[in-house]
């Protein structure tokens, strides 16, 4: 067990166009209860806006409590996207907590506002033996849903938590025990530098880094865990800055609450064979490792079971 209190850690952003949002997040970052002065790395690319600007009167706002290093960069069109601004974000947060592999790399996005807990519950999950850390995503209040999509992101949410109890029973993860959550994106993931720098960093893909680089993590024997003191919220916007990401996400989940077709689901009966089979081949793999690697061969789950909405 490691000494939460004593864990240095570095708060990384990708930005485009996020002058509006830049400030509430650092203001939040600036507001938690973590001790010290906190190393936040944005980068800053492809942006037409007054970012920089902003950046400027937050770095003299908070000058005493944040050391924002700021990167300003112009992606090729065919380099412009989430895998390449996240992955430099990460990796100058690396640069910046040096050879310390137990320090702990954060990724959040501009348009998050995490709680005044946030940093510290993510080293106190590290602290307990935990390489990444997953954190819950909320709906930030202050921008509601629509009604029926908020309706729909609740039914989602309890099969969600079907579906880790069914895990629960029958393959509980020592490092990864309820109460816990299910997300693990780049708004709230935390990794160690050890972990970060084995599994080759933040693919530059157009979308999803944010999985694939838990999945790399994984794919090396790392462990992630979901505490569920860590969460953040985000912005439901569906003006998203990068294809495939969670502005997508929302934009999605808002037509598919207007629309009133039922929203198909793997049944659980789907989800007790998993558990089923990853309880199993913990005895039989070689690895953790080699049992994610095998997973990830598996055929998809069909969604055969109508997902229950309730008014």
């Known amino acids: ?32 209860d973590f001790p010290g002065v906190i190393p936040v790395a944005i980068v800053v690319n492809n942006t037409t806006d007054n970012s920089l600007d902003v950046l400027g009167r937050c770095f003299a706002d908070y000058l005493s409590r944040l050391s924002i290093d700021v990167t300003d960069v112009r992606f090729a069109p065919h380099e412009a996207h989430a895998g390449s601004a996240r992955g430099l974000a990460m990796d100058r947060g690396a640069e910046m907590l040096g ?18 807990n946030w940093l510290t ?59 816990r959550h299910g997300d693990h994106t780049g708004a709230s993931l935390a990794i160690t530098l050890r972990a970060y720098r084995e599994c080759g960093g933040v693919p530059r893909i157009g979308s999803g880094e944010d999985r694939a680089l838990v999945m790399a993590a994984l794919a090396r024997g790392a ?38 077709a039922p929203i198909m689901m793997p049944d659980f009966v789907h989800w007790r064979a998993r558990a089923e089979w990853r309880r199993t081949m913990r005895t039989r793999a070689s690895s953790p490792a080699q049992m994610v690697r095998d997973e990830a061969l598996l055929p998809p789950m069909p969604h055969d079971m109508a997902l229950e909405v309730m008014a």
């Open 99 to 116: 050879d310390d592999d137990s320090a702990i790399l954060v990724s959040t996005d501009a348009d998050a506002r995490p709680p005044a």
């Open 1 to 32: 067990m490691g000494n939460a209190s004593a864990t240095r850690l570095c708060v990384c952003v990708p930005a485009r166009d996020e002058a509006d949002r830049l400030p509430v997040l650092l203001k939040a970052i600036a507001a938690q």
């Open 121 to 179: 519950a993510i080293a106190t999950g590290v602290a307990r033996g935990a390489d990444l850390i997953g954190g819950r995503i909320a709906i930030d209040p202050k921008e509601p849903l629509p009604v029926r999509a908020a309706i729909l992101r609740e039914a989602l949410d309890r099969y969600w938590e079907q579906v880790r109890a069914i895990e629960d029973e029958i393959d509980p993860v020592a490092w990864d025990l309820p109460p």
């Open 223 to 260: 462990k992630l865990a979901h505490p569920h003191d860590v969460w953040v919220n985000v912005s439901p916007r569906r003006d998203g800055r990068a294809a495939g990401g969670m502005a997508d996400d929302m934009a999605r989940l808002v037509d598919a609450g207007a629309d009133s």
